[in-house]
Each structure stands twice: as structure tokens, then as C-alpha cells.
């Protein structure tokens, strides 16, 4: 019996999730559509004025991320405990929570990612400086990873749950506003000349945090979602 | 039990190697519950599963390397061809397998020239033989199939019949529930009444 390496296990179901979204770009392109959306409303209804423009922008990128990814999360596992896959992959003689981290990693890869790098993009519309907007994308490297974390723990507790959408919103939003405020608070640092460091570091600690206990939680609440 | 509802108590059996079970009983009186308590997804309010002499609460992984499992849901993608999905469950399964022995599994099944069709234009039928294809990759000892003979035309049932017996004098376990007839030759199916 070869086992496979754990390694080895994550990449291939990385590669499944990728080579899924890849066959339903749509999924995908209604996150990222979306989230240039809402960002871009703001200096639209707001107008010209630069310095509210230059002031709400971190924030106003945040909040949208964080809704950006909320849309995502009912697809983490809600498709693969309809089509049986998901009670396929609970019998896999490996640990599951290892599993789960790796379908963490490729959510984050569909989702999270692509509004890093569209981010920079979005945040000429207000204004923003170059040194800004490098820490803006720093803080949503560090940051995003953690929203996809605790939105895994999210769906996999409503999994099955009738209105499970609107339901893991509320759940997972206000455990997601430590990220949000240091997140900002890296990039208003920066605008008012001082540096970021501590903002930064403190969302490194909540990524380290969540990479160690998420993915174990997410993995119980799945067990006791297919009973 | 199923919330407040007791389905069944008392049940006691022991599985030796090269036994067919079949768990008979009325719609709802537990088959599936059953099959799925014996794969560890539903924990028994009294009582313990054993393998090999050992709580498969214990055993976790170790025991689902010896195990497949085949329920009411396919556990196939309907984006991914056949083939993809064939290979892909079965590395998760601990067997990494060439395209040629993949494409061997399906060609068995029936579904030669359907390898490389995404999954979503085959009927139901052909869908059940690409999710019965892991049981000619898979090595595990014990075979918890849930119906596994829903939706398959005649030709199918006397393959699984064919590949059941194959596997039954290998020493291998199979528990089954179906309400079609399924003989395997030389082998007495020992049965299990739920009421």
C-alpha cells in the first residue's frame, strides 16, 4: 500500500481545485468583477475631491476584499458535499485537516489573489502614492489568506444548512474585523508618516495563528457536517 | 439513531475475509445509516466498530486505507473528464495510477471511447460506472458499497457481479445493500435483516 506523502496530496488537490476553476471561470470572474465594482463606486458617488478620496481608499479596499470574499466562501465545500466528493475525500487515509488547508490554499489562489494584484490597480483611481500602495498590497498578502481561513471554518459549519450564504456572512464578518483594522491601520500609517511595521507584523501573527488552528477547525466542523 | 428516532439496537455481526454481507431491510429502516456508522461518518449512540480487532475510532487512517466506500452520491466532478476523475480519486486513495491502467478500469466498465468526456454529458449510468471504476484500481480489503447497482443496464450488473466474485476469492470483504438481485457465483451471500 503506498500512502501518499502529504506533499504530494496537496498538490494534487490544489491542482483539481485550480483545474475546476479553470473549467468555471465564471466563478472566479464574479468575485473579481465585483470587487473592482464596489471599489470603484466610491470616487464615483463621492466625486473629484481628492483628499476624502485619498483618506477612505484603504479602507474602502478592505471593506470590499472582505465582501469580495464572503461571495466566494459557499462554494468551498458546498459543491463537493453535493456531488459525494467531499465524503470521498474524509476517507482519505491522510489527515484531513491537511486536506482542508490545501482547498484553503487554492480558494485563496481563486479568490484572494487575484484582488492583490488588481488592488495596486484600483487604487490609482484614488490617488493613492506609490508607497501606499506597496504597503496596501502587502497588508492584502498577509491579510486575505486569513479571510479565506476563518471563511473555511464558516462554511464548513453551515455546510448543508439552508440560507447557509447569508448565514456565514454573519459569522465570519465580525470575526474578520481585527484584519480589517490593522489592514488599514498599515496602509493610514504610511499616509501620515510613520511606518507600517507594526501593523504589518501584527497581521503576520494573525496569518501564522489562524494557518495553525483553522484548517484543524474547519476539519471538525466537516465531521460533524456529514453526520 | 437518527435525531430522536432509534433505527436499530442489538445488531452484532463479525465480517470474516472472503464474505459477501447483504444489509436487506424496508426504505428507511437504517441500511444507509448503517453502512455509513461501519465508515466512521456517523459515530453510534452505543456500541463500538471493530477492524482487525481495533475501534476504527482508533484506527482513523489506517483503517480508511483498507476501506472504500461507494454511497448514494457518485463523488465524481462533473467539470472532469472520466479519466481525470478516475485518477484522481484513486490517488487520493493512496494509488497513483498510469493513464493506461486508468483508461483499462474504464475500458472494463464499459465506457470505452467515453475516457475523455467530461462527466456532466454522460448519463446516469455511465456516471455510476466511472465512481464503480475505483474498485478495480483500489486494493482495500473491505468494500462498503450503498447501491451500487442504482441506474446500471444488465451488462453492468453482471460486471459487478464478475468483479465482486474476483474480489471475494482475493479474501477481499464486501458489505452491499441493493433491492435488485445480485448473485455472485461460488460465494453464499450472507445477509443482514434490519426491521
Given at each position: 500500500?503506498?500512502?501518499?506523502?502529504?506533499?504530494?496530496?496537496?498538490?494534487?488537490?490544489?491542482?483539481?481545485?485550480?483545474?475546476?476553476?479553470?473549467?468555471?471561470r465564471a466563478d472566479v470572474l464574479t468575485t473579481l468583477i465585483f470587487f473592482v465594482m464596489v471599489v470603484s463606486l466610491?470616487?464615483?458617488?463621492?466625486?473629484?475631491?481628492?483628499?476624502?478620496?485619498?483618506?477612505?481608499?484603504?479602507?474602502?479596499?478592505?471593506?470590499?476584499?472582505?465582501?469580495?470574499?464572503?461571495?466566494?466562501?459557499?462554494?468551498?465545500?458546498?459543491?463537493?458535499?453535493?456531488?459525494?466528493?467531499?465524503?470521498?475525500?474524509?476517507?482519505?487515509?491522510?489527515?484531513?485537516?491537511?486536506?482542508?488547508?490545501?482547498?484553503?490554499?487554492?480558494?485563496?489562489?481563486?479568490?484572494?489573489?487575484?484582488?492583490?494584484?488588481?488592488?495596486?490597480?484600483?487604487?490609482?483611481?484614488?490617488?493613492?502614492?506609490?508607497?501606499?500602495?506597496?504597503?496596501?498590497?502587502?497588508?492584502?498578502?498577509?491579510?486575505?489568506?486569513?479571510?479565506?481561513?476563518?471563511?473555511?471554518?464558516?462554511?464548513?459549519?453551515?455546510?448543508?444548512l439552508r440560507g447557509g450564504g447569508v448565514l456565514v456572512s454573519l459569522l465570519v464578518l465580525p470575526l474578520c474585523i481585527?484584519?480589517?483594522?490593522?489592514?488599514?491601520?498599515?496602509?493610514?500609517?504610511?499616509?501620515?508618516?510613520?511606518?507600517?511595521?507594526?501593523?504589518?507584523?501584527?497581521?503576520?501573527?494573525?496569518?501564522?495563528?489562524?494557518?495553525?488552528?483553522?484548517?484543524?477547525?474547519?476539519?471538525?466542523?466537516?465531521?460533524?457536517?456529514?453526520? | 439513531?437518527?435525531?430522536?428516532?432509534?433505527?436499530?439496537?442489538?445488531?452484532?455481526?463479525?465480517?470474516?475475509?472472503?464474505?459477501?454481507?447483504?444489509?436487506?431491510?424496508?426504505?428507511?429502516?437504517?441500511?444507509?445509516?448503517?453502512?455509513?456508522?461501519?465508515?466512521?461518518?456517523?459515530?453510534?449512540?452505543?456500541?463500538?466498530?471493530?477492524?482487525?480487532?481495533?475501534?476504527?475510532?482508533?484506527?482513523?487512517?489506517?483503517?480508511?486505507?483498507?476501506?472504500?466506500?461507494?454511497?448514494?452520491?457518485?463523488?465524481?466532478?462533473?467539470?472532469?473528464?472520466?479519466?481525470?476523475?478516475?485518477?484522481?480519486?484513486?490517488?487520493?486513495?493512496?494509488?497513483?495510477?498510469?493513464?493506461?491502467?486508468?483508461?483499462?478500469?474504464?475500458?472494463?466498465?464499459?465506457?470505452?471511447?467515453?475516457?475523455?468526456?467530461?462527466?456532466?454529458?454522460?448519463?446516469?449510468?455511465?456516471r455510476r460506472r466511472v465512481a464503480l471504476a475505483r474498485l478495480l484500481i483500489s486494493k482495500a480489503s473491505l468494500w462498503?458499497?450503498?447501491?451500487?447497482?442504482?441506474?446500471?443496464?444488465?451488462?453492468?450488473?453482471?460486471?459487478?457481479?464478475?468483479?465482486?466474485?474476483?474480489?471475494?476469492?482475493?479474501?477481499?470483504?464486501?458489505?452491499?445493500?441493493?433491492?435488485?438481485?445480485?448473485?455472485?457465483?461460488?460465494?453464499?451471500?450472507?445477509?443482514?435483516?434490519?426491521?
Open positions: 500500500m503506498s500512502k501518499l506523502t502529504l506533499f504530494r496530496m496537496s498538490g494534487l488537490v490544489i491542482n483539481r481545485e485550480l483545474t475546476l476553476a479553470m473549467r468555471r466610491f470616487p464615483l458617488a463621492i466625486g473629484s475631491e481628492l483628499d476624502i478620496l485619498r483618506k477612505i481608499a484603504p479602507g474602502v479596499v478592505w471593506v470590499a476584499a472582505l465582501l469580495a470574499s464572503m461571495l466566494s466562501l459557499g462554494r468551498m465545500f458546498s459543491a463537493d458535499y453535493l456531488d459525494g466528493t467531499l465524503e470521498q475525500m474524509m476517507l482519505v487515509p491522510q489527515s484531513l485537516s491537511m486536506l482542508v488547508l490545501s482547498k484553503i490554499i487554492a480558494h485563496w489562489m481563486m479568490s484572494g489573489l487575484p484582488l492583490v494584484l488588481i488592488a495596486p490597480v484600483l487604487g490609482l483611481q484614488f490617488d493613492m502614492s506609490a508607497g501606499a500602495l506597496l504597503v496596501l498590497i502587502a497588508a492584502l498578502l498577509l491579510g486575505t489568506p486569513v479571510l479565506s481561513m476563518i471563511g473555511a471554518v464558516g462554511a464548513a459549519l453551515t455546510l448543508g481585527p484584519v480589517l483594522i490593522f489592514g488599514t491601520g498599515a496602509v493610514d500609517a504610511v499616509t501620515s508618516g510613520m511606518s507600517a511595521a507594526a501593523n504589518l507584523s501584527l497581521l503576520g501573527a494573525f496569518l501564522l495563528v489562524s494557518l495553525l488552528f483553522t484548517p484543524w477547525i474547519a476539519a471538525q466542523a466537516l465531521r460533524i457536517s456529514m453526520e | 439513531m437518527r435525531g430522536e428516532h432509534q433505527l436499530f439496537a442489538g445488531l452484532n455481526f463479525v465480517l470474516g475475509s472472503g464474505e459477501l454481507l447483504q444489509v436487506q431491510g424496508a426504505n428507511g429502516s437504517g441500511k444507509t445509516t448503517l453502512l455509513r456508522s461501519l465508515c466512521g461518518f456517523i459515530q453510534p449512540q452505543a456500541g463500538v466498530i471493530h477492524w482487525h480487532g481495533q475501534s476504527i475510532r482508533e484506527l482513523e487512517e489506517d483503517f480508511y486505507s483498507d476501506i472504500i466506500y461507494l454511497g448514494h452520491l457518485n463523488g465524481i466532478k462533473d467539470e472532469l473528464n472520466a479519466l481525470e476523475n478516475l485518477r484522481f480519486s484513486s490517488a487520493m486513495a493512496g494509488y497513483e495510477v498510469s493513464d493506461s491502467v486508468a483508461i483499462a478500469a474504464l475500458r472494463r466498465m464499459g465506457l470505452r471511447g467515453r475516457e475523455t468526456f467530461p462527466v456532466k454529458v454522460l448519463s446516469q449510468g455511465q462498503i458499497l450503498d447501491e451500487p447497482l442504482t441506474a446500471l443496464d444488465v451488462s453492468a450488473v453482471g460486471m459487478m457481479q464478475e468483479v465482486i466474485g474476483e474480489h471475494l476469492v482475493q479474501q477481499g470483504m464486501v458489505i452491499f445493500t441493493t433491492h435488485q438481485a445480485l448473485e455472485v457465483t461460488g460465494v453464499e451471500t450472507r445477509l443482514l435483516s434490519l426491521s
